[in-house]
Structures are given as structure tokens and as C-alpha cells.
Antibody, heavy 120, light 109 residues
Framework: EVQLLESGGGLIQPGGSLRLSCAASGFAFSTYAMSWVRQAPGKGLEWVSVISNNGGSTYYTGSVKGRFTISRDNSKNTLYLQMNSLRAEDTAVYYC?????????????WGQGTLVTVSS | EIVMTQSPATLSVSPGERATLSCRASQSVSSNLAWYQQKPGQAPRLLIYAASTRATGIPARFSGSGSGTEFSLTISSLQSEDSAIYYCQQYNNWPSMYTFGQGTKLEIK
């Protein structure tokens, strides 16, 4: 059974940093691209970042470029999102998602999400 | 940036009837279109990918169609458990963006 478990969320002041983790199990983690998708309270879904299966390619939505860094450790079956210079508008539930295949594919399994609240 | 527009914003349908949700892309996304279902407090669930292929475990009463810029999700024989928000997503214009629509809230009367 595919399982994705996010952690690392919490309350952080504007300008602060946070690292999210997503522990994966039940599938060959190193075979699949992975993404982070976020959802602000009461709002729709927003794709944040994607990483290829071997970590060689990473991409970001414009509003987080230069502030967020996606990475993965295939030996630990874990996906990460390092978030720096956090802003109030980054407040959201952050989901990790396994891609159906390569980078150009939708997410077929999602974690339950971790809430990040940026506030003073 | 490709903009995905869903309609209607809210749809109210009786149990046993059919619901049709629409999604329009601002430019062609070929068949690189997915549909997700999200219930309150839950993560999104993939229903359809490649515009018309049902994801693993999705009942046959969920069907997708379309290509280019016009897509639809049809749910036949509606059940109370189908009450949710449905999102479309294009993954054609990668890696610059995997754009989601704003969602359609489906209510079962």
C-alpha cells in the first residue's frame, strides 16, 4: 500500500525557515517523480514544486523560486521541501504527491498534508 | 501561463442523476488533463488522467472526455458520497506549471 506521510509543518514567523519532509513507503520511491502541492485555507490547489526520480531536475512555481528548495533522498525514501524567507501568503496545507510516472504526469497518490502557518 | 477555468462553480444534483463538470484551458493542453476529487479535510484523490483514463480503483460511473481546450467529467448515478470539490489540472505545460482549475463544488440534494 502506497503511503506518504508529511511532517515538519507548524507556526513560523514571517522571514523564517521551515523544512518539510515526506516519508514514502509501499512503492519504488526512486522510480517516480514527486511534487509538493499546497492549499491555502478555504482555497484551491496550487502546485509548488516537482523533482524528477533521480533528483536531477527540479522546477518551481514562480512565487517560490529562489526561496524554496525541493530535494529527495532515495536511500531514505524521503522527499523534502526547504522553505526560506517565508511570507504570510505561504500559509497553507502542504501535500506531497507521487507522480503517476515521470515529471510530466499527474499525482496519483497524495499524503494527508502538513499545515504551515506564517504569522507573527 | 495556461489558465484553467471550471464551470459551474457549484452544481446541485439529485441522487441517481448525472452530473457534468466542465474545464476549459486557455490554450491547448492536448490530452494532458487530470481530474481530482477532494472531500473536506481530505487530500485530493486522482480520478481521471490523460483526459479519459480512470485511475486505479475509480468506479466506472466516473468518466472523462475532451482534448485540446475543452474537457468534461461526467459522474453518472450520483451517490451521496460523491459530494466534494472537483478540480481539473493540466500537466502539458510542464515544467513551468501544473495548473489547477479553481474547482467545482458538487452538492447532492
Amino acid at each position: 500500500e502506497v503511503q506518504l506521510l508529511e511532517s515538519g509543518g507548524g507556526l513560523i514567523q514571517p522571514g523564517g525557515s521551515l523544512r518539510l519532509s515526506c516519508a514514502a513507503s509501499g512503492f519504488a520511491f526512486s522510480t517516480y517523480a514527486m511534487s509538493w502541492v499546497r492549499q491555502a485555507p478555504g482555497k484551491g490547489l496550487e502546485w509548488v514544486s516537482v523533482i524528477s526520480n533521480n533528483g536531477g531536475s527540479t522546477y518551481y512555481t514562480g512565487s517560490v523560486k529562489g526561496r524554496f528548495t525541493i530535494s529527495r533522498d532515495n536511500s531514505k525514501n524521503t522527499l523534502y521541501l526547504q522553505m526560506n524567507s517565508l511570507r504570510a501568503e505561504d500559509t497553507a496545507v502542504y501535500y506531497c504527491a507521487k507522480h503517476l510516472g515521470a515529471v510530466a504526469a499527474p499525482g496519483d497518490y497524495w499524503g494527508q498534508g502538513t499545515l504551515v502557518t506564517v504569522s507573527s | 501561463e495556461i489558465v484553467m477555468t471550471q464551470s459551474p462553480a457549484t452544481l446541485s444534483v439529485s441522487p441517481g442523476e448525472r452530473a457534468t463538470l466542465s474545464c476549459r484551458a486557455s490554450q491547448s493542453v492536448s490530452s494532458n488533463l487530470a481530474w481530482y476529487q477532494q472531500k473536506p479535510g481530505q487530500a485530493p484523490r486522482l480520478l481521471i488522467y490523460a483526459a479519459s483514463t480512470r485511475a486505479t480503483g475509480i468506479p466506472a460511473r466516473f468518466s472523462g472526455s475532451g482534448s485540446g481546450t475543452e474537457f468534461s467529467l461526467t459522474i453518472s448515478s450520483l451517490q451521496s458520497e460523491d459530494s466534494a470539490i472537483y478540480y481539473c489540472q493540466q500537466y502539458n505545460n510542464w515544467p513551468s506549471m501544473y495548473t489547477f482549475g479553481q474547482g467545482t463544488k458538487l452538492e447532492i440534494k
